[in-house]
């Protein structure tokens, strides 16, 4: 019995579902690093090639969730090593920062948190973001689509129902579903 | 004046998005005097929307997870 279960994964790849579940959770993750919406996206479309590539070594000992955003990481930093060998090789002291004696100044350790303005608030909010990312993430397709398109697009109601073809009273069940699902979802942590 | 729960939360939800005339929201405060599941339920949606714009939250459009979709989908 215990051989057994040691044999099947607890997690699988379902990369047909990736876009869905994962992009704005990723995208999210990525523009807090390189404040381009360009450069985020195509870290996120990236991160989708390199996983589906090497689907194979996927182990299911992580979530799906978390071995994604451990390949967009990887990503985030080759693209800073990117930009870094194109400003001229001679000047290698970007390694450092000014004050040498402290630990972690490495660019690879940097990159995390490259435009951190007063640490703790950035980076809470940043935690606070992937978070709800995830929560909405669990959402039925329509819900999270009617709450991102009204809470972080900020549309109106009308255009939302134009778009959608829904009536009003629709877009509010599912605003009420989605926000009540939300406040269970971020309970623990953030309420 | 009296209003039930269920359009109680629906005021709530509708001023979470600053939809809700004044007429209503006034219905809503008085409810929620004598309602003790909705003033819990309208504190936490409150919150929830303060969350929501602390974290700056960023999404990518349909159209470009579409676009986003049809490259991978290229490569399985």
Known sequence: ???????????????????????????NYAIARVSDVEIAKDLVQETFFAG??????????????????????????????KINSKKGKAEVRINYSESSDIEGDWLEERVADPFSKSGDNV?????????????ISKLPKKQSLVFNMKTIQGM????????LGINPS??????????????GCLNQNWF | MKISCEEASHICNKSQYKEAG???????????????????????????????????????????????????????
């Not at chain 1, 215990?2 to 959770?25: G, M």
């Not at chain 1, 109106?156 to 778009?163: H, K, Q």
């Not at chain 2, 929501?52 to 986003?68: I, N, V």
Request: proline share 1%.
């Open chain 1, 1 to 27: 019995m215990t051989t057994l279960e040691k044999n099947i994964p607890v997690h699988e790849l379902h990369p047909e579902n990736w876009v869905d579940q994962y992009a704005d959770y990723l995208f």
């Open chain 1, 52 to 81: 589906l590539k090497s689907s194979k070594n996927y182990k299911g000992d992580a979530a799906e969730r978390t071995w994604l955003i451990a390949i967009l990481k990887r990503k985030v930093i080759d693209h800073y090593r």
């Open chain 1, 123 to 135: 980076i809470e909010n940043e935690e606070l973001g992937m978070a709800i990312q995830e929560c």
């Open chain 1, 156 to 163: 109106s109601t009308e255009d939302i129902c134009n778009e």
């Open chain 1, 170 to 183: 629709n877009l509010w069940v599912m605003v009420h579903r989605a926000r009540a699902a939300l406040m």
């Open chain 2, 22 to 76: 004044i007429w209503e929201i006034l219905k809503l405060k008085l409810h929620i005097l004598t309602c003790k599941a909705c003033a819990s339920f309208t504190k936490k949606n409150t919150v929830l929307t303060s969350l929501c714009d602390r974290a700056g939250l960023s999404m990518l459009s349909e159209r470009e997870k579409e676009a986003m979709k049809k490259k991978l989908e290229k490569r399985f």
